[in-house]
């Protein structure tokens, strides 16, 4: 009861990439529940947590080389989930000062990555998309743990 207080009245909520936690907890302890978003145009499945009333979206394995249930990504758009001080809201360039240079790329869709024990890519405002700058606003934040780093 008094961790689900401090989570609520916490400002801003430290996501620890190596220790794949959130505000000191395991990503995979806090509740789950399925919803199905539009991606890509069609409906999709994705499963989504609350954390103090912060909404952010989990991908989990199904099967393959790591073992089914492991955590596949965590992805937000709510400035309230952090990464060392910086997250949503935050410049390109404030991501680039704590993790070195981004690479800009519109292999999939438009934004910047980062290669860390995980990959860290930044969606920003549309308005960048024509002209990527480091003066851009991250607009959302996707961690992918891979089997490189189970």
Known sequence: MLLALLLVCAKT??????????AGQPITQFERRTVVEIQEGSPTDVIRITVGGHDAKISVYAEGTVPAGTLGSLE???PAFQVKGV?????????????G???????????????LPNDMFLAVEPKCLSAPARTCTVTAVRLIWGTHSQ
Do not use: C
């Open 13 to 22: 909520l430290s996501v620890d990439l190596a220790a794949r936690t959130i």
């Open 76 to 78: 937000w758009t709510d």
């Open 87 to 99: 997250g949503v809201g935050s410049t390109v360039r404030a991501f680039d000062n704590r993790f």
């Open 101 to 115: 240079r981004g690479t800009y790329s519109e292999e999939e869709r438009p934004m910047y990555g980062y290669r």
